[in-house]
């Protein structure tokens, strides 16, 4: 399957269960990196435009490197790295908040059988798994930039398609409203829009993955 087509199937369908456990695995490492990112910027006293702006380029270009990795042969340890560091931060987050369920097992599953396929080097299978781990970025952003602006729009719920699609309470662009009389949607959609093209880009090109001669 091409390296592109690949990418945006995995990509729709992190989108739609985005809010489900189903994909809570893939979640982990973005969630943290958005995270670290929003910290840091946050640190630097930015005006809420600028660090939004900043954050949302941090997180596409981290999504870009990871891309343009695996276009050079590197998707197995890309896949490997990243579910070993989801596996060691959910071990930490369920030992510290002493919870453990019937979730807890599914996830705990899930890591350790990537893990298993990439070691066993199940090669289409590890370059699904390396693109959940990388589109899990961009997706968050989606929800960030477009879907919380949006529903707020519309005054719709936030919590109307929950649990499959859950639109965060806040977004990285909340502060900066509707800068110059323009709406905030426009401003962030603007953004996400400009930042996404380097990553549509990066996708293809990852067949076999080899750079794209």
Avoid: H
């Amino acid at each position: 399957m091409r390296s592109d087509l690949r990418a945006l199937i995995v990509s729709i369908l992190l989108f739609l269960l985005w809010g489900t456990v189903l994909t809570y695995p893939f979640r982990i490492v973005s969630d943290i990196t958005c995270q670290a990112t929003e910290a840091v910027a946050g640190k630097l006293g930015l005006p809420a435009i600028a660090f939004a702006v900043l954050v949302l380029l941090v997180i596409m270009g981290i999504t870009c490197a990871m891309l343009f990795l695996g276009r050079m042969e590197n998707s197995e340890a890309i896949a490997l790295s990243l579910s070993l560091l989801a596996c060691i931060v959910y071990i930490v987050r369920v030992f510290t908040s002493k919870t453990f369920s019937i979730e807890s097992v599914f996830v705990a599953v899930v890591l350790a059988g990537t893990i298993i396929l990439v070691l066993l080097r199940k090669t289409e299978w590890t370059r699904y798994i390396a693109d959940a781990f990388i589109m899990a970025l961009p997706v968050c952003m989606c929800y960030e930039c477009i879907m919380n602006p949006l529903y707020r729009l519309l005054k719709t719920d936030l919590y109307k398609l929950s649990p499959f699609i859950t639109v965060p309470q806040t977004s990285i662009f909340s502060k900066v409203g509707n800068l110059l009389g323009v709406d905030l949607l426009v401003w962030s959609g603007f953004f996400f829009i400009v930042s996404i093209l380097p990553v549509i880009y990066l996708s293809g090109g990852r067949k076999e993955g080899k750079i794209k001669r």
